[in-house]
């Protein structure tokens, strides 16, 4: 083991931890997607631990709302300096447990750093509105309050990042909260939160004289029976953020909603990209082979959908062939690797059947294919070969319309702009989408009231690899929610307008005279 993994190792140091070879059934095993070998093993904590730990959190975040919101902000300052002081170790831990290449894991792990900036920013601008009162003498305004306690529930393939972009903006805006993360990325979990209860336990600003400070970021890890639908229903969270399948998102939204509580789901994409007849192939061929193979397409903006103009699509395909053949494949920590493993043997027998599928509906592979999902079966890790499928022009496949989380693109086909939008709308997923084009009114009409139906429209961009200012979520069955920059900070906050009457009279709104 090289000394930075080591440096790694010492990320996830907590009692929960145990060697992988004396982990009984009482643990969860982390792997790594890349040799198949255990990592190390956590101790999966019970509904009590959770109960444990929303008392706590409750009890710390009545001290925490109280305290002014940018002294919050000062500690998420400190907290992000944690988080780039251990960049590199952290970026590689990602890479260990999920199998992102390094490159991407630290990237990852520079979104957190991003967001905890914004976070501080944030922190003097949770601005309320006034309001002109149609009353003499009368004030009026909106505020916004902490909301109290949150759950935060998170997806695998982004392990680092998606907390961040919760708990950053919810610490300031004066939330606790409670972490549940897959079980697939337990470690980079512990890691994340050792750091930020590291930076809470140290330090002169938040010093509840009952409780630990730390409790503001609690986490829990515990399977989706135990400790996900035991969060789910709890009432003392006004606030469920979930990210994951539509799968998972159907049983959350459902079962918050049963409780009148909030969730803000962040579920699964079916991305687009619209490519004309006008476009730069110099920059699309980029795009494409980011968004489509980057991440061995596990990302929830992957792009899995090419629609591309009749007059180029031939070309479009020949150039993105030979690009996806010399994708080096492989170690993820390995600096000239590109793409890494899948997560696990479910994710590879997916994106089999997925192929399987297409060609039984008429499509044609162009790489890849069974024969490139099953090259490496005899060798340890989740590796597969990207694959690319043409789809026969008036051909509809529908495995094209579900979210396979792989290396696997679709090439479409089109003679007409307004076509080309109806395709790309038609599934039932929202969340990201593109258009290449060097015209600017192609490029209006995708950005228009009936053009594009997603969370994210890009022109000239892929689908892939947003920026945390700008709000982040998606449509449809994407589920709606927003996380991260612009506005989206309202979600962790409670609105609250009020009227304050300063004269001596006591006027009615809408003139009503009563009595
Ligand atoms: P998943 O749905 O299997 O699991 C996501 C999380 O939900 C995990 O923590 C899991 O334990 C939990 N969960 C599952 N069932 C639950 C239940 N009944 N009650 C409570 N918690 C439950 O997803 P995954 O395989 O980890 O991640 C891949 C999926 O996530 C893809 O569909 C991807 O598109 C999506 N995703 C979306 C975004 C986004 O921002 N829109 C970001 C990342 C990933």
Known sequence: MSQQLLQSADLYRHSLVVDAATAGDDCVISYNPATEEPIAAVRLQSKQDYQDAVQRAIKAQRHWRRVPAPKRGELIRRMGNAFRDQCDPLGELVTLEMGKIKAEGVGEVVECIDIADFAVGLSRQLYGLTIQSERPQHRMFEQW??????????????????????AMLAAVCGDAMIWKPSLATPLTAIAMTNIAHDVMRHQDIFNPPDCDAADIFGLVIGTDQEVGETMVDDRRLPLISATGSCRMGRIVGERVAARLGRSLLELGGNNGIIVMNDVDMDMLLPGVLFGA??????????????????????????????????????????????????????????????????????????TGGVEGVDRF??????????????????VQPAIAKEETFAPLLYIFEFDDLEDAIEMHNDVDQGLSSAIFTSSLRSAERFLSPDGSDCGIANVNIGTSGAEIGGAFGGEKDTGGGRESGSDSWKAYMRRQTCTVNYGADMPLAQGIEFG
């Open 145 to 166: 309050q902490p909301l109290g306690t949150i759950g935060i529930i998170t997806a695998f393939n982004f392990p680092v990042a998606v907390w961040a972009w919760n």
């Open 293 to 366: 193979v980057g991440t061995a397409g596990q990302r929830c903006t992957s792009t899995r959908r090419l629609i591309c103009h009749s007059d180029i699509v031939d070309e479009v395909a020949t150039r993105l062939v030979p690009a996806y053949k010399s994708v080096p494949i492989g170690n993820p920590l390995d600096k000239n690797t590109l793409m890494g493993p899948l997560i696990n043997s479910q994710s590879v027998d997916a994106m089999r059947q997925a192929i399987e599928r297409a060609v039984a509906e008429g499509c044609e592979i162009l």
């Open 377 to 394: 079966k005899s060798a340890p890790g989740h590796f597969v070969e990207p694959t690319i499928v043409r789809v026969p022009k008036g």
